[in-house]
């Protein structure tokens, strides 16, 4: 059992940055392959991006490529969403999220993972 634990959201102004975290423990994190979903009041649950499990292959949804990046640190059981040029429609509840014995493509292509995060809040003023 895998639990996750986001951080690093907040309240930031349109242009702005923010870097979220996820620590992982309770399982073998290098062996999982890692991604950031995110929803917004009203709204349905939107991927964000993915990485595989060395971290050597990235995924991003058209939204936000370009301006967010996320990467890994195996070493510290941790994944991380830098997010730039930040927009008032990012605003949203951001999720981390694994997915065990599957791609950080396949997760792109609609696979859904199977341990979450409680997520943490990114509010964007314009």
């Known amino acids: 059992q895998v639990q996750l634990v986001e951080s690093g959201g907040g309240l930031v102004q349109a242009g702005g940055s923010l870097r979220l975290s996820c620590a992982a423990s309770?399982?073998?994190?290098?062996?999982?392959?890692m991604a950031w979903f995110r929803q917004a009041p009203g709204k349905e649950r939107e991927f964000v991006g993915a990485?595989?499990?060395?971290?050597?292959?990235?995924y991003y949804a058209d939204s936000v490529k370009g301006r967010f990046t996320i990467s890994r640190d195996n070493a510290k059981n941790t994944v991380y969403l830098q997010m730039n040029l930040l927009k008032p429609d990012d605003t949203a509840a951001y999720y981390c999220?694994?997915?065990?014995?599957?791609?950080?493509?396949?997760?792109?292509?609609?696979?859904?993972?199977?341990?979450w995060g409680q997520g943490t809040q990114v509010t964007v003023s314009s």
């Open positions: 999220a694994a997915k065990s014995f599957a791609t950080a493509l396949s997760i792109y292509r609609g696979t859904i993972p199977n341990y």
């Open positions: 309770g399982g073998t994190f290098s062996s999982h392959a």
């Open positions: 990485i595989s499990q060395t971290g050597g292959n990235t």
